[in-house]
């Protein structure tokens, strides 16, 4: 019996297989069926999102050979990172209004109407024509979700704190040398970002402290005129962290008679 291959943790050869299992099905929608590429990216898209395989197949539609996702999938990705999200309409206009949960007093309202959709030559075709109501309501959310929360459709969840440093140098003394990114750095647990790491010279001199060797080693390397370079001993314990010491009484043992 075929192991069914999860989609997490997968190799790439490993991916290229499931998609095209799943391609072979007749229950996947017709623009995914023998088209294991196209599996592949909505796989990947929705995996960005945190949608499972068969959701962000149900829910990224392909149009004009580009990924698009549904305008319930978008209302649905507003509503869980905490953005309120209000519909109103019938069959001749519909409006969408979006209360950012970092903004709650600004609304984002989008309205569509009949004229709208006969601008854009839609109205009066395919699903246009079998519910207008569904459709005008579907134009006003993917407009305001765009509008208004655009991070939620690439997988980033903001908060309003992101834009301050993650991961401070622990050692000011020793922020002479500016943060940097290496590749292979930790990415930030809420918006997928490569994050930011501390003085990678500051964090060396901490950890090699209790090693003199090595400390002497590391403040060779850098220089006399690096500014954690210490010329005198007073110097040195500027950029070495500070550590409570604390001794306690022990009384003596003593054998039992």
Not at 7 to 23: F, N
Not at 134 to 150: H, Q, T, W
Not at 177 to 185: C, D, L, M, N, S
Request: proline share 8%.
């Amino acid at each position: 019996m075929t192991e069914l291959i999860k989609p997490t943790a997968m190799s790439l050869d490993e991916k290229m297989r499931y998609a095209g299992a799943l391609a072979e099905s007749g229950l996947v929608p017709k623009q995914y069926q023998r088209q294991p590429p196209n599996v592949l990216v909505a796989v990947e898209y929705g995996e960005a999102l945190g949608l499972h395989p068969m959701a962000a197949l149900r829910e990224i539609n392909v149009i004009n050979g580009s990924p698009s996702l549904s305008a319930t999938l978008m209302m649905s990705l507003a509503r869980g990172a905490g953005h309120k999200v209000r519909t109103h309409g019938d069959d001749s206009a519909a409006s969408c209004t979006i209360v950012r949960k970092d903004d709650q007093d600004y609304e984002h309202t989008v309205h569509w109407d009949r004229s709208m959709a006969e601008q854009h030559g839609l109205w009066g075709k395919g699903h246009w024509q079998k519910n207008p109501a569904l459709m005008l309501k579907y134009r006003a959310i993917s407009e305001c979700v765009r509008m208004a929360c655009p991070e939620v459709l690439a997988g980033v969840k903001y908060t309003p704190r992101s834009s301050r440093t993650w991961g401070e140098a622990r050692h000011p003394a020793c922020t002479s040398v500016p943060a940097t990114v290496p590749r292979g750095a930790s990415l930030h647990p809420t918006t997928g970002a490569r994050r930011p790491v501390a003085d990678p010279i500051g964090q060396n001199i901490a950890a090699a402290w209790d090693d003199l060797e090595k400390l002497g080693k590391i403040f060779r390397s850098l220089g006399e005129d690096h500014p954690c370079t210490p010329k005198s001993t007073s110097a040195a314990n500027s950029c070495a962290p500070k550590r409570r010491h604390t001794r306690t009484s022990r009384t003596p043992w003593t054998p039992r008679s």
